[in-house]
């Protein structure tokens, strides 16, 4: 994650397009949440929205984006509800190689089901 975010086709767009595996549990016409492949805790969902636009990370986002950006963030809630997260949960944007950010097209990790600490964890 060191280098310069560039706008280009990640992983993600191969797991949009049905071209590698992965375990989706939620998709409509604008947003994807399958599980991450390395876990950091017992639920572990990416959220991403289906067309980029642009949003390689936070850090890019317009006004343009207001509608999708809020889409992310709800999907998050529907599918902490869907994987049963009642008692909490916690939503991370990672953003550029300060963030940790490795895949430069925009998601919403949503991780539960162990208690979470703050900041480390
Ligand atoms: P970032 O570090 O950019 O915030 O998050 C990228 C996440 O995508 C990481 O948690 C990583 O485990 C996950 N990831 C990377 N490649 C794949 C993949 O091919 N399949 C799935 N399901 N997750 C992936």
Redesign the pocket.
């Known amino acids: ?1 060191a280098s310069a975010p560039a706008d280009s086709p990640t ?2 767009d ?2 949009i397009n049905k071209e ?1 595996p ?2 989706i549990v939620f998709e409509d016409e604008q947003v994807l949440a ?5 876990p ?1 805790a017992p639920t ?1 969902i ?1 959220i991403i929205p289906k067309v980029k636009d642009g949003l390689t990370g936070l850090s890019q986002a317009e006004e343009r984006h207001y509608e999708i950006l809020g889409r992310l963030l709800h999907t998050a809630k529907l599918v902490a509800k869907q994987e049963g997260l009642d008692d909490g949960f916690r939503i ?3 953003d550029g190689p300060k ?6 097209h925009i ?1 919403v ?1 949503l991780l539960g089901g162990r208690q979470m600490n703050w900041p480390a964890g």
Request: glycine share 4%; aromatic share 12%; charged share 10%.
């Open positions: 994650a992983i993600f191969k797991i590698i992965a375990n399958f599980r991450d492949i390395n950091q572990h990416i991370v944007i990672n963030g940790c950010q490795s895949v430069y998601h990790h």
